[in-house]
Antibody, heavy 122, light 111 residues
Framework: EVQLLESGGGLVQPGGSLRLSCGAS????????MSWVRQAPGKGLEWVST????????WYAASVKGRFTISRDNSKNTLYLQMNSLRAGDTAVYYC???????????????WGQGTLVTVSS | QSVLTQPPSVSGAPGQTVTISCTGS?????????VHWYQQLPGTAPKFFIY???NRPSGVPDRFSASKSGTSASLAITGLQTEDEADYYC???????????FGGGTKLTVL
């Protein structure tokens, strides 16, 4: 059974930093691209970032580019999101998701974690 | 403002049929990128529901069907049941943005 478990969320002041982690099990972690998707309170889903299985290619939404860094440790089956220069608009539940599909234009998110809440407020 | 446009809400009585639209552009759906659909029940994480424009994973009832044409896609639900009440999101890849995009979500209410 595929399981994704996020951790690291919490309350942080504007301008602060936070590192999210996502532990994966139930599948060959090193074989799949992984992503972060967020959902602000009462709002829709927003894709944040994706990293391919070998970790040597990454993508970022324009809203987080230059502030967030996605990474992974395949030896630990863990996905990370380093978030710097946090703003109130980054307040959201952050979901870790497993990618599936043959080509980038076909990729979707077939398994999701339960999410971790990040609140940016003074 | 989401890159993919969905109606904020749709509703129907039990047994009826509803359709949720997802309108994109020539840089995503119209460029040939696949459209996928997710269901989010209240207070839970999203769950992938339809993939590759029209494919249902195991466990999704055949009352749910989806299609894609031009720059749009749609999700149809026939024989509405109360347990279908949820938020539904479409998703695709946008080549201009070099990233994945979601619709704003549609809240389905079964009256």
């Amino acid at each position: 059974e595929v399981q994704l478990l996020e951790s690291g969320g919490g309350l942080v002041q504007p301008g602060g930093s936070l590192r999210l982690s996502c532990g994966a099990s139930g599948f060959t972690f090193s074989g799949y691209a992984m992503s972060w998707v967020r959902q602000a309170p009462g709002k829709g889903l927003e894709w944040v970032s994706t990293v391919i299985n070998s970790a040597d290619r990454t993508w970022y939404a324009a809203s987080v580019k230059g502030r967030f860094t996605i990474s992974r440790d395949n030896s630990k089956n863990t996905l990370y999101l380093q978030m710097n220069s946090l703003r109130a608009g980054d307040t959201a539940v952050y979901y870790c998701a497993k990618n599936r599909g043959l080509k980038v234009a076909e990729w979707f998110f077939d398994f999701w974690g339960q999410g971790t809440l990040v609140t940016v407020s003074s | 403002q989401s890159v993919l446009t969905q109606p904020p809400s749709v509703s129907g009585a039990p047994g009826q049929t509803v359709t949720i639209s997802c309108t994109g552009s020539n840089s995503n759906i119209g460029a040939g990128s696949d459209v996928h659909w997710y269901q989010q029940l209240p207070g839970t994480a999203p769950k992938f529901f339809i993939y590759g424009n029209s494919n249902r994973p195991s466990g999704v009832p055949d009352r749910f069907s989806a299609s894609k044409s031009g720059t749009s896609a749609s999700l149809a639900i026939t024989g509405l049941q109360t347990e279908d009440e949820a938020d539904y999101y479409c998703q695709s890849y946008d080549s201009s943005l070099s990233g994945w995009v979601f619709g704003g979500g549609t809240k389905l209410t079964v009256l």
